[in-house]
């Protein structure tokens, strides 16, 4: 039994999706989130600016004790997860195998849908995971870039227009090639679960990597012997590298739950 808690990071709001699963998954365990919301998106940035952000953005985590992390951010996993792997004393959890792994396991047509950052498609992480895992998969990424700023804006809805309009245009080509297996490659993207789930109709199966993650990262905390041992009790503490302003009521969305914790904002450039 280990009751240290675990760190969570995602480049803004995205990675409380991943944070409501554990909850879910793990309801006694204490968690750290943060969320560099100060420099969202990461999707846009260089691979040499994303591993620079993931090391401070563990750094900063560290100093809670913390026994494992999850890397809640599809981009930072699919960048910098490589570079950084062995630099630090604690497992580090994904998303991008356990997505990977839930999709090829859905597919039945062998036709598997894929968005994401412009960054974590340009890794194409997620296709060399699901070849290794099922060679005769085909995998048609397209990336995203406009979708996590409108999701950090609160536009999740269906009715919105705007909402809509953006999902329909990103998802066309997959809806036309006719993927049966969708992977929102972005812990952002399941707040648009009704959206993209209407688009695509009810012969699609979407894969939450958040979801798939916080079940992966439960499994290997249990084989590890560090999970804390409670059913109850758990709780988040939560961080942001920008103004903390609104963040509760955001927060509330990505949790579907209130935040139950204070937010405090840090400098994350200090570490």
Request: charged share 20%; proline share 5%.
């Amino acid at each position: 039994m280990d009751s240290r808690p675990i760190g969570v990071f995602d480049s803004g709001l995205g990675g409380l999706t991943a944070v409501r699963q554990l909850m879910l998954e793990l309801p006694g365990e204490q968690i750290i989130y943060f969320g560099d919301t100060g420099r969202v998106p990461y999707g846009t940035r260089s691979a040499e600016t994303i591993t620079k952000y993931a090391r401070q953005d563990i750094q900063f985590l560290l100093q809670f004790d913390i026994k494992a992390i999850m890397i809640a951010c599809n981009t930072a996993d699919a960048t910098a997860r490589q570079a950084i792997a062995g630099e630090y004393p604690v497992p580090i959890f994904g998303v991008a195998e356990p997505s990977a792994r839930a999709a090829v396991a859905a597919t039945k047509n062998e036709k598997v849908g894929l968005i994401g950052t412009t960054a974590t498609i340009g890794t194409k992480i997620y296709e060399r995971l699901m070849k290794a895992m099922r060679p005769t998969v085909q995998v048609m990424p397209r990336a995203c870039p406009l979708l996590v700023p409108m999701v950090e804006n609160g536009r999740i809805h269906r009715g919105d227009t705007v909402t809509e309009t953006l999902v329909a245009e990103h998802l066309q080509p997959l809806k036309d090639w006719g993927c049966d297996t969708l992977v929102l490659g972005c812990t952002h993207y399941p707040l648009l679960w009704d959206v993209i789930a209407a688009f695509m109709g009810p012969g699609v199966t979407l894969i939450d990597s958040g979801r798939e993650a916080a079940r992966a990262a439960t499994v290997e905390l249990a084989r590890q012997n560090l999970l804390c041992g409670q059913e109850s009790g758990g709780s988040c503490r939560y961080y942001v590298s920008d103004a903390t302003e609104g963040f509760s009521q955001m927060a509330s969305l990505f949790l579907q739950r209130p935040t139950d914790g204070k937010v405090t904002r840090i400098n994350i450039e200090a570490y």
